[in-house]
């Protein structure tokens, strides 16, 4: 095929929705392509599939956190009791919840804190909150994929720009935060690939 055939674009977009990394609009667009009978591009998303699937088990085990045993056993106790005449309740697999007194932070610099929430482990993506004392910074690190953050609480200055209380940014994989510190101190919202790369100074 030619360079830049529709075709071979397509074929491209497999891996990419075997991850779930498209957008609505180009996954439906996918879709539709696929409902119209491509047998190569069929192929393709099952072999992608089946690695994707190969990769999710390959997470290796990890042992629970002694908050986890803690959060179960209060689950245990609010639902595990029901009034008389009345069917036990039961928590919900379906949902969960972590309360802002359950935080647990993990310090991952001087200054710098980290709770991280939910890893996909199909996509990679970690959702997590960050806390970090006046006056830290982040090391300069490029991004393995799309990173996404909210400011919760006080100032952040990334790329140059300075971000507040509910002010949201984004960068595309492949780029580099450069500087990102607070003066004030500040906690934000992270949705980003588990792992990123420090990127070290020349």
């Known amino acids: ?8 674009e397509m074929r491209d977009l497999a891996a990419l929705y075997a991850l779930g990394s498209l957008t609505q609009h180009e996954a439906r667009s996918f879709e539709e392509h696929l409902g119209e009978g491509c047998g190569s591009c069929t192929e393709e998303l099952g072999g992608f599939n089946e690695v994707v699937t190969s990769l999710a088990f390959a997470v290796p085990g990890a042992e629970p956190s002694p908050g986890l045993y803690k959060r179960l056993e209060r689950l245990t106790s609010e639902y595990g009791q029901a009034a008389d005449g009345m069917t036990k309740a039961r928590p919900s697999r379906t ?3 972590i309360r802002a007194s359950e935080r ?11 709770e991280r929430l939910f890893v996909d482990p199909v996509s990679g993506l970690q959702t997590s909150l960050f806390k970090m004392a006046a006056g830290t910074r982040l090391p300069p690190h490029r991004h393995r994929g799309v990173e996404q953050f909210f400011i919760l609480e006080g100032d952040c200055i990334v ?27 500040t906690m934000f919202l992270l949705v980003a690939p588990e792992i990123w790369e420090v990127v070290s100074p020349e």
């Open 159 to 185: 790329d140059g720009e300075l971000l507040g209380p509910g002010d949201y940014h984004r960068a595309e994989k492949g780029s580099v935060h450069e500087v990102t510190y607070t003066e004030l101190g």
């Open 104 to 114: 647990e932070w993990q310090e991952i610099a001087e200054g710098i804190q980290v």
């Open 95 to 97: 949902f969960m919840s």
């Open 1 to 8: 095929m030619k360079p830049g055939d529709p075709h071979d």
